[in-house]
């Protein structure tokens, strides 16, 4: 069993940045890949990034790539969203999951584990 907390989450101005973190606790994240997805109001849950277990491969949506990156700290059980140029279209519910494979890794209903989520509210 794993628990994951985000935090980080808050409100920025559009072009600022953020740095959301993933903590897990019970076991070692370090055997999980980690995914990212978002959930705006009235919109469905999307995916935003994952990195593999070791940090040596990541995915990324469009809408995302090249602002955002995931990094990983395995000796401290800890991911990273970190979000540059934010855009008022980043606003959501960010969540952190995780899950043994990188198979499907942008479908959320493969991963096993979810945090509580941490909101992101970008204004113009």
């Known amino acids: 069993q794993v628990e994951l907390v985000e935090s980080g989450g808050g409100v920025a101005q559009a072009g600022d940045s953020l740095v959301l973190s993933c903590a897990a606790s019970g076991r070692t994240l370090s055997s999980y890949v980690v995914g990212w997805f978002r959930q705006a109001p009235g919109k469905e849950r999307e995916f935003v990034g994952a990195i593999t277990t070791l940090g040596g491969g990541r995915d990324y949506a469009d809408s995302v790539k090249g602002r955002f990156t995931i990094s990983r700290d395995n000796a401290k059980n800890l991911v990273f969203l970190r979000m540059n140029s934010l855009k008022p279209e980043d606003t959501a519910v960010y969540y952190c999951?995780?899950?043994?494979?990188?198979?499907?890794?942008?479908?959320?209903?493969?991963?096993?584990?979810w945090g509580q989520g941490t909101q992101v509210t970008v204004s113009s």
């Open positions: 999951a995780a899950r043994v494979n990188y198979f499907d890794v942008r479908v959320g209903y493969r991963y096993n584990y």
